[in-house]
T-cell receptor, first 114, second 115 residues
């Protein structure tokens, strides 16, 4: 029974660099979500895919952020021209077909922008 | 819009004590779902429970129990006979029918159980 996996687990980058994170959801799940969590806060929604279609995007997702889910399987989240304010834990979750199914989270990717 | 308030930022108890974590929510939706997640020091969010707005029955699972009261917009979580392994941050969250698929989380309660 494999859960949601994310790579890398940690990423340190310099301001201005681009970074890309990967999420592999639970295989039978067609819904995939990205959240961001800063220290001492709850996760905040970024975006959501149903299969390969990106159906929702938060206002938090500036034009420097882009997410894809080709073929409806794994997903990538790219941040261009990183800023120190992008430092956070980026969490991926997946769920089944019902809109209110529980979301299962991966271990996250911790991004530090120097 | 949905909102979740977890007024208790930190709670510290001694092992075997009972502890209740409070959660108050706001929504204009008729149909909504409430969740609790646990985030241990390892960082991975662990799903604990989901409850829909039409089911106010309390639920018990081992040492865990949940009290859902629509009249006070609360969904409180009680751990009976706490253990050191219960130490974690606990998040309450809501998903409403008009919020798409975005979970709205509270700010979490850090629970520390001391031996």
């Amino acid at each position: 029974d494999t859960g949601v996996s994310q790579n890398p687990r940690h990423k340190i980058t310099k301001r201005g660099q681009n970074v890309t994170f990967r999420c592999d959801p639970i295989s039978e799940h067609n819904r995939l979500y990205w959240y961001r969590q800063t220290l001492g806060q709850g996760p905040e929604f970024l975006t959501y895919f149903q299969n390969e279609a990106q159906l929702e995007k938060s206002r938090l997702l500036s034009d420097r952020f882009s997410a894809e889910r080709p073929k409806g399987s794994f997903s990538t989240l790219e941040i261009q021209r990183t800023e120190q304010g992008d430092s956070a834990m980026y969490l991926c979750a997946s769920s089944g077909g019902f809109w209110a199914d529980e979301q299962f989270f991966g271990p996250g990717t911790r991004l530090t922008v120097l | 819009a949905q909102k979740v308030t977890q007024a208790q930022t930190e709670i510290s108890v001694v092992e075997k004590e009972d502890v209740t974590l409070d959660c108050v929510y706001e929504t204009r939706d008729t149909t909504y779902y409430l969740f609790w997640y646990k985030q241990p020091p390892s960082g991975e969010l662990v799903f604990l429970i989901r409850r829909n707005s039409f089911d106010e029955q309390n639920e018990i699972s081992g040492r865990y129990s949940w009290n859902f009261q629509k009249s006070t917009s609360s969904f409180n979580f009680t751990i009976t006979a706490s253990q050191v392994v219960d130490s974690a941050v606990y998040f309450c969250a809501i998903l409403g029918e008009t919020s798409g698929s975005r979970l709205t989380f509270g700010e979490g309660t850090q629970l520390t159980v001391n031996p």
